[in-house]
């Protein structure tokens, strides 16, 4: 049964010039099917004002993200693993690699913790160390 959630993802991204932080606040739909979570948002881009259409399908062993709309591109997560993807942005693509370090996956009534580590590469090159979280609050 899909319910409305708020979700709250946050991501630190360290690189050699320090880290950067990020937060979004939205809304979003949630629902289980087949012991796989999904969730579904949208995400607007302050300056332009465009969306992009976020799907986030997950377990505890891989994290598949979707996004169409400004930015496009699918993104795999898989503890221990390399994946690579085109991401398409309004700048031209980009060749992403993850390798991803570890998932977790917290389940407490009304909320879920989705937390990835990761490595980043963009063209070959590794970008940061990353870690994303995702906390779904159930309304």
Same mark, same amino acid.
């Given at each position: 049964?899909? =319910?409305? +959630?708020?979700?709250?993802?946050?991501?630190?991204? !360290?690189?050699?010039?320090?880290?950067?932080? +990020?937060?979004?606040?939205?809304?979003? =739909?949630?629902?289980? #099917?087949?012991? #796989?979570?999904?969730?579904?948002?949208?995400? *607007?881009?302050?300056?332009? !004002?465009?969306?992009? #259409? @976020?799907? /986030?399908?997950?377990?505890?062993?891989?994290?598949?993200?979707?996004?169409?709309?400004?930015? @496009?591109?699918?993104?795999?997560?898989?503890?221990?693993? @390399?994946?690579?993807?085109?991401?398409?942005?309004?700048?031209?693509?980009?060749?992403?690699? +993850?390798?991803?370090?570890? *998932?977790? +996956? =917290?389940? /407490?009534?009304?909320?879920? @913790?989705?937390? *990835?580590?990761?490595?980043?590469?963009?063209?070959?090159?590794?970008?940061?160390?990353?870690?994303?979280? *995702?906390? /779904?609050?159930?309304?």
């Amino acid at each position: 049964m899909e =319910k409305e +959630v708020l979700v709250t993802i946050s991501g630190l991204q !360290g690189a050699q010039e320090g880290n950067e932080s +990020v937060e979004l606040m939205a809304r979003g =739909k949630y629902y289980l #099917k087949k012991d #796989k979570h999904y969730l579904l948002y949208d995400d *607007i881009e302050e300056e332009s !004002g465009q969306t992009t #259409k @976020n799907t /986030i399908k997950f377990n505890s062993e891989k994290v598949e993200v979707l996004r169409n709309g400004m930015v @496009n591109g699918k993104l795999i997560f898989q503890k221990g693993k @390399n994946s690579q993807s085109l991401y398409g942005t309004p700048y031209g693509d980009i060749l992403l690699e +993850v390798m991803t370090k570890e *998932i977790q +996956v =917290k389940e /407490i009534p009304e909320h879920i @913790n989705l937390m *990835i580590d990761y490595e980043l590469y963009a063209d070959n090159a590794k970008v940061s160390d990353s870690r994303i979280v *995702i906390d /779904i609050h159930g309304q």
